[in-house]
């Protein structure tokens, strides 16, 4: 590709990343607006569409304080790994 071809990539990407974002909010938006009428019921009906709101229990592990109570333990079980990171200024 040349340098013009790249540059008008970068601008159609950095665009549609601006778009996304008012998607996102968008939707954030909406999803709020829903579960805000729900209020604490955890389905709604509304046509085609059931909506579940419901309370969900899950159970992870706190590695900073493993880290900081059992550090040896901690280290043994620990991964590192590399990847790319692609960004854009």
């Known amino acids: 590709m040349t ?3 790249i540059t008008a990539k ?3 990407l950095m665009e ?3 778009m996304q974002e ?7 938006a909406i999803t709020d607006a829903i579960k805000a009428h729900m209020g604490t019921d955890e389905v709604l009906v509304s046509g085609p569409y059931k909506v ?3 309370p969900v ?3 992870r592990l706190d590695t900073a304080a493993l880290k900081k ?3 040896d333990i901690a280290a043994r079980y620990s991964k590192t790994t590399t990847a790319r990171r692609f960004t854009i200024n």
């Open 57 to 59: 229990t899950t159970t």
């Open 16 to 18: 549609l990343r601006r």
């Open 3 to 5: 340098s013009a071809e």
């Open 22 to 28: 008012e998607l996102t909010a968008e939707i954030d």
């Open 52 to 54: 579940t709101y419901k």
């Open 69 to 71: 109570e059992l550090p």
């Open 10 to 12: 970068l601008t159609d």
